[in-house]
């Protein structure tokens, strides 16, 4: 209970920093700067999910987690951040010209530098995890999430345009990597190692097939939307997701960095995963469900106060979106059972 309070206080004020980040901008910029940036994060999220590899979750649910693995983890983390973050800057130029805008070539290569601090937290961060350690996991989180929210309002006023956003990743990568070291002085985490990968691969690629199928569901549209229909396309339908997603956030994610670890936990204990799996789904159907109903109800007002005027073509897609999402709320509690 103590782990879901820090838990919740980390989401809580990282939601409310986004939801402000999101206000701001969206006043900022147009539907169609919005869809170019929306456009790059796609590509760098998909990025960042084949870098991941699962070496966090690896992490988490392993029952005899030795020092080596720890250091296999961090060099297969690196290995492929360095990886990621290479093929991004070489591939910018390929990217824009497909998409026929020269603007998103800016936009990826300055993405490409936060890659080069996630390896130096995601070890970290994943050992305070296993460690139920969820206040220094809040405190490391939300500090970043401020950084990057201030950098990123700061260089949108400025007129900076969608390049702000990026900017801000860079920001909130490089903090994120600042504290984790910081708050967890273990360097010998930091030495490379290869002895444990065969098991840590095993894992990775069926872990990173689970987590880039989930990323293709719900990153693919933006890029198809980005070439077929344009970034204005792709700016309306990335805000209605967004607002789609807030009762997720409001309600789930406080929950979701602690369910793995305890269920985890729980089964290296030999106990029962079932009655907490139900107990869960009947949990958040209870509270999810009517935030959706209402969010699909009151669609236009949401959008007039979160979005702006610019945004009225986005309340229709709200009304079909929110009403859908309401089908995916064993989706969360589905992939940590299974991993423990």
């Not at 872990?207 to 792709?234: C, H, Q, W």
């Not at 007002?301 to 073509?313: D, S, T």
């Amino acid at each position: 209970r103590r782990s879901i309070l820090f838990s919740a206080a980390d989401k809580y004020l990282s939601q409310i920093l986004l939801i402000v980040t999101t206000m701001v901008m969206a006043r900022i910029l147009t539907p169609a700067e919005t869809g170019l940036y929306m456009t790059a994060n796609a590509v760098i999220m998909l990025a960042d999910n084949f870098r991941n590899f699962g070496v966090g979750v690896y992490i988490v649910q392993e029952k005899d987690l030795s020092r080596v693995l720890v250091r296999s983890a961090f060099t297969v983390t690196l290995i492929l951040s360095a990886a990621m973050g290479a093929t991004i800057y070489i591939g910018a130029g390929s990217i824009a010209s497909f998409y026929a805008s020269p603007e998103l070539k800016t936009l990826l290569v300055v993405s490409a530098l936060g890659f080069l601090a996630i390896p130096f937290s995601s070890p970290i961060m994943a050992l305070l995890q296993r460690d139920m350690a969820f206040k220094a996991v809040a405190c490391i989180n939300i500090t970043a999430a401020l950084v990057g929210s201030a950098v990123t309002i700061t260089l949108g006023l400025a007129g900076l345009g969608p390049v702000s956003y990026v900017w801000g990743f860079v920001a909130t990568s490089f903090m994120m990597g600042t504290l984790a070291v910081g708050t967890r002085r273990e360097f010998w985490v930091f030495r490379p190692s290869f002895s444990g990968t065969r098991r840590l691969l095993s894992f990775g690629v069926v872990s990173s097939l689970i987590t880039v199928s989930n990323m293709a569901y719900e990153l693919l549209p933006r890029l198809a939307f980005g070439k077929i229909l344009g970034f204005d396309a792709v700016g309306l339908y990335s805000r209605a997701i967004t607002l789609c997603q807030l009762p997720d956030r409001v309600v789930l994610s406080a929950l979701q960095p602690v369910v793995l670890p305890a269920f985890a936990a729980h089964a290296r204990a030999g106990g029962s995963l079932k009655e907490s799996y139900l107990h869960g789904l009947s949990l958040m159907s209870a509270v999810q469900w009517p935030a959706l109903i209402m969010l699909s109800l009151l669609a236009d007002p949401v959008v007039r106060i979160l979005l702006g005027p610019q945004w009225e073509a986005v309340p229709p897609l709200v009304r079909i979106m929110a009403l859908a999402n309401m089908a995916l709320v064993p989706a969360m509690l589905t992939f940590p059972v299974l991993v423990s």
